[in-house]
């Protein structure tokens, strides 16, 4: 029987699971990335990519406080695990003057270095190659801000955690048996595994299978991204492309987030634009998620996404352009879930909102915290992370 066991191998699972081995016996059972979304039949998760957006300065100071801490034990994880995944290329905010006031607020506060331009436009003094935002202001985040590749992040947290002594399974739990003394986790493998303490860290997927006896309030939404493929050489003119955030609405599609030039599995270097689009749709059950993931219509407002990178970047050589689909899974207060569900035996981590990658490590730091001694431990007030009652 394990001390711990951690239902959910994403980016919070793991952080989690590392944390929780340097305190028990630990076990993580997670399904691995499916070989082809659109012929996978099991679960899918928001964390396949190889680009998230990590920064300190948000609209909101709790973020921001969890993303501070996860960037500084960024470095430690990269030496110890020999992995590395994090790229701080600096991030930028383009907003109006209502849109950009709390994430200035936050960055005084807080100290975050950056610069504030009254006028977008003057960002191109830095960086030439982006469009002109005259009517927009924009905060430039310096470095360690940039982005973090959400694989690398994982297999340098499951590294650690092995060498710590998790065991890691790849398999789905199905069903949960709660017990006097234990829990016995039923997996669609047909093995149990036993622990004395859970924590469920699955992402989009916490309301699936039987885990749970009352669900969480929880809205999964799809999300479309583009892709867009450029030479070698274009990469290389704009290898000082910061990460940008752009808060504005073109055409159908508004709060656009974009990568700069990253190397993908398939050899190949894109460009990621995403964004919200007026077809996004709550995702209810499994199958929906599924659905969406494999064969969703991402491509809708492809011509859309295209224009809007042309703003962006009006002078860009792409070879050619695709979309991708994720999961968000938003949670009622706008924070993770934190939470215990069953004392001394049942906890939850999940609810990303669409910014936990970046602070995947406090996440799962917070939650090993409180799984461990059965009670919430850090100065920040459990509530902002608790359960809707
Ligand atoms: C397109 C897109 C762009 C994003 N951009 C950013 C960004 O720029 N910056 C940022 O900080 N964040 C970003 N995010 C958000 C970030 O990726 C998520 O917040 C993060 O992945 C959440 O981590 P998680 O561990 O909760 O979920 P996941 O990473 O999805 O992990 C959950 C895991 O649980 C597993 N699981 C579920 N159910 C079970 C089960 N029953 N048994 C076993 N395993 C199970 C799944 O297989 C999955 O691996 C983005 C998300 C998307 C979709």
Same mark, same amino acid.
């Given at each position: 029987?394990?001390? &711990? ?9 793991? !952080? ?8 028990g ?19 899918? !998760? ?31 994880l ?25 994430? @200035? ?48 992040l ?20 199905i ?19 036993e ?27 799809s ?25 504005? !609405? ?46 969703? @219509? ?22 050619? &352009? ?9 949670? @009622? ?21 669409g ?12 939650a ?22």
């Amino acid at each position: 029987m394990y001390d &711990f066991a951690v239902i959910g191998k994403g980016l919070i699972g793991s !952080a989690a699971a590392r944390y929780l081995s340097q305190k028990g016996s630990t076990l993580l059972i997670g399904p691995d990335e499916p070989a082809n979304l659109e012929t996978h039949r099991g679960i899918f !998760a928001s964390h396949y990519d190889q680009g998230r957006i990590t920064r300190e300065i948000a609209s909101d100071s709790v973020w921001a406080e969890l993303a501070r801490r996860s960037i500084d034990v960024y470095s430690e994880l990269e030496q110890q695990s020999q992995i590395s995944f994090h790229h701080p290329v600096g991030c930028v905010y383009i907003a109006n003057e209502a849109g950009i006031q709390p994430y @200035k607020e936050v960055a005084n506060e807080r100290s975050v270095p950056h610069q504030f331009f009254d006028h977008a436009t003057d960002l191109q003094n830095d960086f030439p190659f982006l469009g002109s935002f005259d009517a927009l202001s924009a905060i430039s985040e310096e470095a360690p801000a940039g982005y973090i590749n959400p694989r690398d992040l994982i297999r340098a947290q499951l590294e650690l955690s092995r060498t710590q002594g998790t065991d890691i399974v790849a398999e789905t739990a199905i069903d949960l048996e709660i017990l006097k003394s234990k829990v016995k986790i039923h997996t669609g493998n047909d093995t149990v595994y036993e622990a004395k303490r859970i924590l469920l860290a699955t992402g989009a997927y916490a309301n699936a299978f039987n885990l749970l006896e009352k669900k969480l309030e929880l809205r999964v939404k799809s999300e479309t991204v583009m892709f867009a493929k450029v030479p070698e050489a274009e990469a290389a003119r704009l290898k000082t492309l910061p990460s940008l955030i752009l808060d504005k !609405a073109i055409g159908y599609l508004d709060d656009f987030y974009l990568l700069p030039p990253i190397l993908y599995p398939d050899g190949n270097i894109y460009v990621k634009l995403g964004a919200n689009t007026a077809a996004d749709s709550t995702l209810v059950t499994s199958r929906d998620m599924a659905d969406w993931m494999r064969k969703g @219509k991402s491509n809708m407002f492809l011509d859309n996404f295209k224009e809007a990178l042309a703003q962006l970047l009006p002078d860009l050589q792409a070879e050619s &352009f695709h979309t991708g689909r994720c999961l968000i899974t938003y949670t @009622k207060h706008g924070k993770p879930y934190i939470d215990e569900i069953l004392p001394k035996q049942l906890y939850v981590a999940t609810g990303g909102n669409g910014s936990a990658a970046k602070s995947s490590d406090a996440i799962g730091q917070l939650a090993a915290q409180m799984v461990e001694k059965a009670r919430w431990q850090d100065t920040l007030d459990p509530e902002l992370f608790a359960l809707p009652s």
